[in-house]
């Protein structure tokens, strides 16, 4: 697994947790961001590296779909696992 090579930004709580759980389910990142296009969620490999580097906000949709594919509740990826 890779490690982050920048550091988190602070324009959404969510990122870190989407990267953390995407990562503990052995999903790379181009396959989720290719669920997450399947899914009607129009986002590219960079607006989605940079909602996991937090140095973008996260919409709703993309939060709605993210859950959705990780199999989580919403909720569940705003809690602070630091």
Do not use: H, W
Request: charged share 30%; aromatic share 6%.
């Amino acid at each position: 697994m890779k490690t982050r090579k920048k550091t988190y930004g602070n324009s959404n709580i969510v990122g870190r947790n989407v990267e953390k759980m995407r990562k503990e389910q052995g999903i790379k990142q181009k396959d989720f961001i290719a669920k997450m296009q399947v899914l009607g969620c129009d986002i590219n490999p960079t607006s989605y590296s940079k909602l996991e580097g937090q140095l973008r906000a996260a919409t709703d949709k993309e939060i709605y779909v993210i859950a959705k594919i990780l199999g989580v509740a919403m909720e569940s990826l705003f809690i602070d696992q630091e």
